[in-house]
């Protein structure tokens, strides 16, 4: 059975950081490509950033810069490290697991508030 636990939402100020984790267990996580999504009420869930299993990172251009995406093969944890936030980046935030069939695993997803 595979899990996505998601980790390190909360609220802060704008300008400040926050770390996203995402524990993963019922993959092989070393050959899995990981992301971050968010969503907000009423909008389609956006990719944010991805990782695949070799480390290649991709970023959405709203938070190139400001995010980033790293993976613990060892620990099988994936994070977001999100730095220079803005109240535009309030979303709940989803992790991702690439399914050999092309679409994702999800986490519940863990809510990040920005305050201005």
């Known amino acids: 059975q595979v899990q996505l636990v998601e980790s390190g939402g909360g609220l802060v100020q704008a300008g400040g950081s926050l770390r996203l984790s995402c524990a993963a267990s019922?993959?092989?996580?070393?050959?899995?490509?990981m992301g971050w999504y968010r969503q907000v009420p009423g909008k389609q869930r956006e990719l944010v950033a991805h990782?695949?299993?070799?480390?290649?990172?991709h970023y959405a251009d709203s938070v190139k810069g400001r995010f980033t995406i790293s993976r613990d093969n060892a620990k099988n944890t994936v994070y977001l490290q999100m730095n220079s936030l803005k109240p535009e980046d309030t979303a709940v935030y989803y992790c991702?697991?690439?399914?050999?069939?092309?679409?994702?695993?999800w986490g519940q997803g863990t809510q990040v508030t920005v305050s201005s």
């Open positions: 990782i695949t299993s070799g480390g290649s990172t």
């Open positions: 991702a697991a690439r399914r050999p069939a092309g679409d994702n695993y």
């Open positions: 019922g993959i092989i996580f070393t050959f899995t490509p």
